[in-house]
C-alpha cells in the first residue's frame, strides 16, 4: 500500500508542488462558462453526484492525482467566479494571486496559532501585522478573526465585561450578526434606531438612548450588506459619549487605506472597537477579519498550562491563547502580511477607489436608463437599482431567471419594505461598460 505523501517542510515541497500542477492544470481545462452554473441547485447536485457517485468515502481510493484533477475540475465547473463582471451580488471577491499563494505557502507549513512553539515566525508576523492594522485604524490592539461575525461578537463582549448587562442599540440595517451576538452572549435584542438613506438617525438615536436605565452599547455600520451605506460615526461618538461605540465596518474599513476614501469614516478612531474584513476590500481568501480595540486587550486572557504555562510566559514565549476566542486557527495573517508587504497602503488603497469609482459611473448608466431607476447613489461600491415600476415579485423573479440561466448573479435588497436588486463591486478591472448590457438585460 502506497503511503500518502506529506506535504511541509524542505521535504514537503516536492509533492505539493506536483499536486499543485495537476490542481492548476485541471483548473485551465474546467474553466467556468460564465458567471454561475447554469440550471440550479438540482443541476449542480446532479453533476457533482454524476462524479462521486452515492458515497463520497469509498472503501478504497483512487489515488491523489486523480481525486485532485477530478474534484478540482468538478469545483471549478460548478462554482460561482467572482472574477466574472456579472457575477456581483454579495461581499465576495477574487482573491489576489499574490494572496492565494500566500495561503498555499501556509496551508504546507500549518502552523497552528494557539502557542509559540506551533507556529514561531508565523506568531511574530501576526503581531507585526495587528499592531500594524490596529495603527491604520488609531488604536491600541487588534486581533486577527475568522470576520464580521466573529469581530462584531468580540465588540460586544469587551462591552460587556468592561460595563455589565448592556444594551445594544444599532440602525435598522446593521448586519444580522449583531442581533446573533445579543443573542449568544445573553443580552436584550437590540434595540433598533431609525434610518433615513440607510444611514444611522443620530437624532433617534437620542431619544432610544435617554430611555435607557443600562449602559449600552452602541454598534454603527461602515458599509451596510445592503447599500454600503455608512453610518455618520463622529456624529454617533459625539450624541453616545459614555456609550462602549462599536464600528461594524467589515465592509468599509478598507476605505482607510486610501487618502480620498478615508475621510468617510471620519470618527473612527474615536470608537473603543472596530471590525474589519479584508476578505472583502483586501482581496484575501476567507477568511481574513481583523479585530480592533482602543484599550489593550486582556478579555479573552486564559490559562491552560500545556499552551501558556505561567512560567513559560514569565521566562519570554509569548503566549498566544488570549489572542482569540478559537484555539486551533490557521496563520491568516500570513497571507495578509503578504499583500500588505507587496502592495504597500497606496496600492491597496487604489484598487478601493476603482470599485467605487467603477460603481459610480455604473450608477450614472442606471440614471440614465429609462427603463430603470436609482435607489441612491453609491456610498462605496454598491449600486442598487431595479426596473421602473417592478414590484417585489418581479425584481425576486428577474435575480432568480439570471441565475437559473446562468447569466448572472445579482444581488437583492429589502429596504423599507421595497424589493430591489443589487451589484456589488470588488473587481478592481472592472469597468462601467462590461455592465451596460446586463442593465438592458434586467429590463428587457
Request: aromatic share 4%.
Amino acid at each position: 500500500m502506497q503511503v500518502s505523501m506529506l506535504a511541509g517542510g524542505v521535504a514537503g515541497a516536492k509533492p505539493v508542488r506536483e499536486l499543485v500542477a495537476v490542481a492548476l492544470d485541471a483548473m485551465a481545462t474546467a474553466a467556468p462558462a460564465g458567471p454561475v452554473p447554469r440550471g440550479g441547485p438540482a443541476a449542480v447536485a446532479a453533476a457533482v453526484h454524476s462524479v462521486i457517485g452515492t458515497d463520497l468515502l469509498p472503501e478504497h481510493g483512487i489515488g491523489e492525482a486523480t481525486a485532485l484533477e477530478e474534484l478540482s475540475r468538478l469545483l471549478v465547473a460548478g462554482s460561482a467566479d467572482p472574477t466574472h463582471p456579472w457575477c456581483a451580488a454579495h461581499l465576495h471577491g477574487p482573491p489576489l494571486a499574490v494572496a492565494a499563494a500566500a495561503d498555499l505557502v501556509a496551508s504546507v507549513l500549518n502552523p497552528s496559532m494557539d502557542s509559540w512553539d506551533q507556529a514561531p515566525a508565523a506568531s511574530e508576523l501576526e503581531r507585526a501585522l495587528t499592531g500594524a492594522l490596529a495603527r491604520l485604524v488609531g488604536h491600541a490592539d487588534a486581533l486577527i478573526t475568522s470576520g464580521g461575525t466573529e469581530s462584531n461578537l468580540l465588540g460586544l463582549l469587551l462591552a460587556r465585561e468592561l460595563h455589565g448587562a448592556v444594551q445594544p442599540v444599532c440602525g435598522r440595517t446593521a448586519h444580522h450578526s449583531v442581533a446573533r451576538a445579543a443573542w449568544l452572549l445573553g443580552l436584550p435584542a437590540p434595540l433598533l434606531v431609525d434610518c433615513a438613506g440607510g444611514r444611522l438617525r443620530v437624532d433617534h438615536l437620542g431619544e432610544v438612548l435617554a430611555g435607557l436605565d443600562r449602559p449600552a452599547v452602541v454598534v454603527a455600520t461602515a458599509g451596510t450588506t445592503d447599500t454600503g451605506a455608512i453610518d455618520p460615526i463622529a456624529e454617533i461618538r459625539a450624541a453616545a459619549p459614555d456609550a462602549w461605540l462599536h464600528v461594524d465596518a467589515a465592509y468599509g474599513g478598507a476605505t482607510l487605506f486610501s487618502d480620498r476614501l478615508a475621510p468617510l469614516l471620519d470618527g473612527i478612531a474615536r470608537a473603543d472597537s472596530v471590525s474589519l474584513d479584508l476578505h472583502k476590500f483586501g482581496w484575501q481568501p476567507i477568511a481574513a477579519g481583523v479585530f480592533a480595540t482602543r484599550r489593550p486587550l486582556s478579555a479573552l486572557d486564559i490559562r491552560a498550562d500545556y499552551l501558556n504555562a505561567a512560567d513559560d510566559t514569565e521566562a519570554g514565549l509569548p503566549d498566544l491563547l488570549g489572542r482569540s476566542l478559537r484555539t486551533s486557527r490557521r496563520p491568516d495573517a500570513f497571507k495578509i502580511a503578504v499583500t500588505l508587504r507587496a502592495m504597500g497602503r497606496r496600492g491597496l488603497g487604489r484598487l478601493v477607489e476603482q470599485c467605487c469609482d467603477v460603481a459610480g459611473e455604473i450608477a450614472d448608466l442606471v440614471d440614465a436608463h429609462p427603463g430603470l431607476e436609482l435607489w441612491a447613489r453609491p456610498a462605496l461600491s454598491t449600486v442598487v437599482f431595479r426596473p421602473v415600476g417592478a414590484g417585489a415579485a418581479d425584481v425576486a423573479g428577474i435575480r432568480r431567471r439570471l441565475l437559473d440561466d446562468g447569466t448572472a448573479v445579482l444581488g437583492r435588497a429589502t429596504i423599507d419594505g421595497q424589493v430591489w436588486l443589487k451589484l456589488t463591486l470588488l473587481r478592481p478591472a472592472a469597468t462601467a461598460a462590461e455592465y451596460a448590457g446586463l442593465l438592458d438585460l434586467v429590463v428587457q
